[in-house]
């Protein structure tokens, strides 16, 4: 059965999908549709409604073909999610020309990944929610990271350490922007600070804070903060 195709993926023939290295059949009609057509209306999908929206049979309707046609190009909705992860990521940033080293270098590629994040919202569920197989796209990104740290001093485990540090860092700060709703966080404060305002003594550090601007809205990017902790760390280390 088709829903359970992806019970049944095989790792490797995911992998030769993932990296266009799947072999032609030479026998049979010549494939009305690409691989890449088909990664990229999965993405148009998913931008417009979300990872959810996406599935064999929504993408076979879009492309005007039936569910079982699609599955001779794409095994399943699994290996269809890692071809558009892959597909997102594409044109990763070159970092090692930035002058200033590996921290400016390592900033530009922060940022660079955080607009990412933001162009596709549903990459953060599409490679939270498991381990998934990495295209060379997306190691692409990890090398240009990598590359920056590679002139220190740093372990190798700590400049990767170092890097999957920065990229949680940031998918926090792009949830945090993708969850705000300005109206409904300005009902929020009027309702709580009515409410810490009257049992103040029993949280003085956080009456404090709020009285200090701790909450204060600012035009600050929210990912500066803990990117400058996160490098002075790593500059720590060296």
């Given amino acids: 059965m088709p829903a359970n195709r992806d019970k049944k993926r095989d790792p490797h023939a995911s992998l030769a999908l993932l990296w ?35 599935s064999m049979q929504r993408l076979a309707e879009a492309v005007g073909v039936t569910t079982m046609a699609l599955y001779r190009y794409i095994p399943g909705k699994s290996d269809l999610v890692d071809l558009m992860v892959d597909a997102a990521f594409v044109d990763p940033p ?30 953060l569920a599409a490679t939270g929610m498991r ?25 190798a485990k700590q400049q990767h350490d170092a890097v999957i540090l920065i990229l949680s860092h940031i998918r926090s700060v792009t949830q945090q922007f993708l969850d705000y709703d300005e109206a409904g966080s300005q009902d929020w404060d009027r309702l709580t600070a009515d409410l810490l305002d009257r049992n103040s003594e029993r949280f003085p550090a956080l009456t404090r804070a709020i009285a200090a601007g701790a909450f204060a809205h600012t035009d600050d990017d929210p990912l500066d903060f803990g990117l400058t902790c996160i490098l002075d ?6």
Avoid at 33 to 52: C, F, H, M, S, V
Avoid at 96 to 120: F, N
Avoid at 140 to 154: F, V
Avoid at 233 to 238: D, F, S
């Fill in 20 to 54: 266009g290295e799947r072999d032609r059949p030479r026998r049979g009609p010549k494939p009305k549709l690409t691989i890449a057509e088909l990664t990229g209306q999965g993405i148009a999908i998913a931008d417009a409604e979300g990872l959810d929206a996406v």
């Fill in 94 to 123: 070159t970092v090692t020309g930035i002058p200033g080293g590996w921290r400016p270098q390592l900033a530009a590629w922060a940022r660079a990944c955080r607009d990412r994040y933001r162009e596709h919202p549903w990459l």
């Fill in 131 to 155: 381990r998934q197989a990495m295209g060379p796209h997306q190691v692409a990104w990890l090398d240009a990271a990598l590359a920056a740290l590679a002139p220190t001093d740093l372990s």
């Fill in 233 to 238: 760390g790593v500059a720590a280390l060296m």
